[in-house]
């Protein structure tokens, strides 16, 4: 008989309520997933849909007191939503990697931009500095900012957007996560060089094996990216399938629209 391997990330019946009106207010109802090792799974759907806060939770950065979170989220079988902070901190940066729509807000103005891509090995590895930097001069080269040495020594605010994006892509993925959560990573870009993150990522995943969960309202990006894909309305999964099927055969009326929003131009 086979051996059936569990999923790297599986999400049951995930629910997020914000306590900090007087009403609660559930923004995520019910939502599922299942990631294996290696897959590259989107989660589309316009403003306001839930993506981000699904996102966040699955990265464990939602902790506030006035919010409650349900059901499950089982990295390799642990679940994130109950287990000890500090066996949350030792996977995030290390096991999971995350980059976010605006590195300018994650990323720290007032260090160089090799602190900031070395950060996850210093936290969490005991690799001396000389071949840390080694290792973030190499990353920095593979993310495509040939000027590695230059880039290293520089600050946030030196660096195009775009630049930016790569230089936290390269602090994302130092540790080699098995797990990449990209939240709308190429939407503050511009088309030609989010086409270029896109086809980072693919080479990341290639590589590494790493699995990504990109988040994005932008349906054209993700089918282009994705194996499969989930899209979300007013904090529901409305409609899940392969990029293909979606893309080709969508049945919700609410997927038609996105796909109907895309320019012709940049239609598959
Ligand atoms: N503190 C809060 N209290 C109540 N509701 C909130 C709070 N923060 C966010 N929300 C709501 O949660 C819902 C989901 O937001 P989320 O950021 O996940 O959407 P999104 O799909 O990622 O959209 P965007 O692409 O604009 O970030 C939204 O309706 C938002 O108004």
């Given at each position: 008989m086979?051996?059936k391997?569990s999923?790297?990330?599986?999400?049951?019946?995930?629910?997020?309520?914000f306590?900090?009106h007087?009403?609660?207010?559930?923004?995520?109802?019910?939502?599922d997933?299942?990631?294996?090792?290696?897959?590259i799974?989107g989660?589309?759907g316009e403003s306001?849909s839930?993506k981000?806060?699904t996102?966040?939770?699955?990265a464990g950065?939602?902790?506030?007191h006035?919010m409650?979170k349900?059901?499950?989220i089982?990295?390799?079988g642990?679940d994130?939503l109950s287990c000890?902070?500090?066996q949350l901190?030792?996977?995030q940066?290390?096991?999971?990697?995350?980059?976010?729509?605006e590195?300018?807000?994650s990323?720290?103005p007032?260090k160089?931009?090799?602190w900031q891509v070395?950060?996850s090995?210093r936290?969490?590895?005991?690799?001396?500095k000389e071949?840390?930097k080694?290792t973030?001069l190499s990353?920095l080269?593979s993310v495509e900012?040939?000027?590695a040495e230059?880039?290293y020594?520089?600050?946030?605010?030196?660096l195009?957007?775009?630049m930016?994006?790569?230089?936290?892509?390269?602090a994302?993925?130092?540790?080699e996560?098995k797990?990449?959560?990209?939240d709308?990573?190429?939407?503050?870009?511009?088309?030609t060089?989010?086409?270029?993150?896109v086809?980072?990522l693919?080479?990341?995943?290639?590589q590494?094996?790493?699995?990504?969960?990109f988040?994005?309202?932008?349906?054209?990006l993700v089918?282009?990216?994705?194996?499969?894909?989930?899209?979300m309305?007013?904090?529901?999964i409305v409609?899940?399938?392969?990029?293909e099927?979606?893309?080709?055969?969508p049945k919700?009326?609410?997927?038609?629209?996105l796909?109907?929003?895309?320019p012709?131009?940049?239609r598959?």
């Amino acid at each position: 008989m086979m051996d059936k391997k569990s999923p790297l990330l599986e999400v049951i019946g995930l629910n997020i309520e914000f306590h900090d009106h007087l009403v609660p207010e559930t923004v995520v109802y019910d939502f599922d997933l299942t990631l294996n090792e290696g897959e590259i799974v989107g989660i589309v759907g316009e403003s306001g849909s839930g993506k981000s806060m699904t996102a966040l939770a699955i990265a464990g950065l939602l902790s506030r007191h006035d919010m409650e979170k349900k059901g499950q989220i089982l990295y390799e079988g642990m679940d994130l939503l109950s287990c000890p902070r500090a066996q949350l901190r030792k996977l995030q940066g290390k096991e999971i990697g995350m980059v976010f729509q605006e590195p300018m807000t994650s990323l720290n103005p007032v260090k160089k931009i090799g602190w900031q891509v070395e950060e996850s090995l210093r936290l969490h590895t005991q690799i001396p500095k000389e071949e840390r930097k080694e290792t973030a001069l190499s990353l920095l080269k593979s993310v495509e900012l040939t000027e590695a040495e230059k880039v290293y020594k520089m600050y946030p605010h030196e660096l195009s957007g775009g630049m930016r994006q790569r230089a936290m892509l390269a602090a994302a993925i130092i540790c080699e996560p098995k797990l990449l959560i990209a939240d709308e990573p190429t939407t503050a870009l511009d088309v030609t060089i989010q086409a270029q993150i896109v086809k980072l990522l693919k080479k990341i995943n290639e590589q590494k094996k790493t699995a990504i969960l990109f988040i994005s309202h932008d349906l054209s990006l993700v089918s282009r990216l994705c194996e499969r894909v989930i899209v979300m309305q007013g904090g529901y999964i409305v409609e899940t399938g392969s990029s293909e099927e979606i893309f080709e055969n969508p049945k919700e009326e609410y997927t038609k629209k996105l796909i109907a929003a895309i320019p012709k131009c940049v239609r598959k």
